[in-house]
């Protein structure tokens, strides 16, 4: 399940992230990767020890923490530190797959759902496309700034070179309270048709059932 949420940042917190990057200072993002992806991930990525980055970290937490969509999608119970990356001209990051688990000892997070925040105008650098694997289907995607897209880490996916221009964007992992993508997204599914059924019938015997389905299903699966 691939979930695209716009406007996940303000235009207030979208230009203070910008302005604080301008003059970050960034080093080779190869040297997070792990030992096969490091051959083909060719970005820059945020030193992250200083207390700006701290600020610009916990603004992309927040928005993510109380965007509706991506909450309901995701069931989210643990996170990765936020990551900031660059890919300027001629850089990529090949056909990978996100490792499975990240952090150390006492802080480590299954990588169910990876999460890509585009910092950059669309239209002020060309290429740098996020392509993610779906079944065997390739499908790039290019999203406005401030927005997010949500995809399973479990997919092979890339970013296609960047040829003019420059690409920021902020990277998250997360654990999903419930770890399978397809029971996440029969939840999903089932979560809209509430909403739905709520706004046309408000608090009728369809929707308490769909209701006491949605929340059964999530007391079998829930993994707390």
Not at 123 to 139: F, I, Q
Not at 164 to 177: D, H, L, M, N, P
Request: charged share 20%; aromatic share 8%; with cysteine.
């Amino acid at each position: 399940m691939i979930i695209c949420a716009p406007n996940v940042l303000t235009a207030e917190e979208l230009g203070t992230i910008r302005n604080e990057l301008r003059d970050a200072s960034f080093i080779d993002g190869a040297s997070t990767a792990g030992w096969s992806a490091r051959e083909v991930k060719k970005n820059l990525q945020v030193d992250i020890d200083t207390e700006s980055q701290a600020r610009l970290r916990e603004i992309v937490r927040s928005a993510f923490l109380r965007n509706g969509m991506l909450q309901a999608s995701i069931l989210p119970s643990a996170m990765t530190q936020v990551l900031f990356n660059r890919y300027d001209v001629g850089m990529q990051y090949g056909r990978h797959v996100d490792a499975p688990v990240m952090g150390g000892l006492g802080s480590a997070v299954r990588s169910d759902v990876a999460i890509t925040v585009f910092l950059s105008d669309p239209k002020s650098y060309t290429g740098g496309d996020l392509v993610v694997d779906t079944n065997g289907m390739e499908y790039g995607f290019k999203l406005d700034a401030g927005s997010a897209i949500a995809y399973p880490a479990n997919s092979l996916h890339h970013v296609t070179p960047v040829t003019q221009g420059a690409r920021y964007a902020a990277i998250i992992w997360v654990q999903s309270q419930v770890r399978d993508a397809g029971k996440r997204e029969l939840l999903w599914d089932l979560d809209n048709a509430k909403r739905q059924i709520f706004g046309r019938e408000g608090k009728s015997p369809t929707f308490d059932a769909i209701s006491k389905s949605h929340a059964n299903l999530l007391r079998m699966w829930a993994d707390v």
